[in-house]
């Protein structure tokens, strides 16, 4: 399965001609309806709909169809309804003259004030007549799957960009592992080596002499104990572990935002303790080198879905 951004957009226009057939090619002019899907990252699923009053009652068709194929994002359908396009003279039926005459004539019986229907009254009166204000339902979800089926192939082109960005860092991560391994026991017998160096200074100062054998030992279980406390083989090996996961998460696709961004939060937490338990320079530059990467990789997760 993809890894899908959260981030996307796509838009779609059905003609009245399409959704009412023969009963808008009565009208002098037909209207058009367009239907826009965006949407950015959200911790949940948010749906916002902008509909014109027409269209109201296909809120909860419509909030389904989303919901099957959208599972996080703050996601907003906006429908227009065109303006109609104006014709030269509308050609109203007899029939709805007889009926706006006859309409005409009772109104003015009991308000003999009235002003009487002009050219124009009857051509807009014709044209809200023919044109039926209802858009079928089923067109309107035909036009929504076609334009979803785009957002969703957008969302998937981003979050495919998206998971090349997270592969790369996971590279640049290991290599600063493998950076790190040798530094530790470089640590350590530099550390050895100083606290002969200090012991002989301080026995020199003192006019004390001290074998050599127990300086040796005395050095090697500083240097042990110094070892343990810098040690940091089980902070790469789960950091290692946790790398590991990340590209098999990205492999396996789908819904793997959350999953993702609990595993930035664990790489997050052995840089740190990389970093405090860090005896030499290099070493504290590798652990600052990886919390830049890590950073950058949680801001890139955050747009997963």
Not at 42 to 66: I, N, V, Y
Not at 191 to 215: C, H, M, S, Y
Not at 235 to 254: M, P
Not at 255 to 276: C, M, P, W
């Amino acid at each position: 399965m993809p890894v899908y951004s959260m981030t996307g957009f796509a838009s779609g226009r059905l003609g009245a001609a399409d959704a009412f057939g023969d009963a808008a090619s009565q009208a002098p002019r037909p209207a058009g309806l367009t239907i826009e899907l965006r949407s950015v990252n959200s911790r949940f699923l948010d749906l916002a709909f902008r509909l014109p009053d027409e269209m109201r009652q296909h809120e909860m068709p419509l909030r389904e169809l989303l919901g099957q194929r959208v599972k996080r994002g703050k996601l907003e359908l906006r429908a227009v309804l065109e303006g109609r396009a104006a014709s030269p003279v509308g050609d109203p039926s007899t029939a709805l003259l007889q009926q706006l005459s006859s309409l005409q004539d009772k109104v003015r019986a009991w308000l003999p004030d009235a002003a009487p229907l002009g050219v124009a009254d009857v051509q807009r009166l014709a044209g809200a007549a023919d044109v039926p204000r209802e858009w079928p339902v089923k067109a309107v979800l035909a036009l929504t799957q076609t334009v979803l089926d785009d957002f969703m192939a957008a969302r998937a082109r981003e979050g495919e960009r998206l998971g090349q960005l997270l592969r790369a860092r996971v590279s640049e991560l290991r290599q600063l592992a493998r950076q790190a391994e040798p530094l530790v026991p470089q640590a350590v017998q530099a550390q050895k080596q100083r606290f002969i160096a200090r012991w002989n200074e301080a026995l020199a100062d003192a006019g004390a002499q001290v074998p050599g054998t127990a300086a040796q030992e005395r050095a090697l279980s500083e240097a042990a104990a110094f070892a343990i406390r810098i040690d940091v083989a089980e902070e790469l090996g789960r950091l290692g572990a946790h790398l590991d996961e990340i590209e098999a998460v990205l492999n396996q696709g789908g819904e793997v935002g959350k999953r993702l961004d609990f595993l930035i939060q664990e790489l997050h937490r052995e840089a740190n303790t990389l970093g405090s338990k860090s005896a030499v320079l290099e070493l504290s530059r590798v652990s600052v080198d990886m919390k830049v990467l890590i950073e950058q990789m949680r801001e890139q997760v955050q747009n997963i879905e």
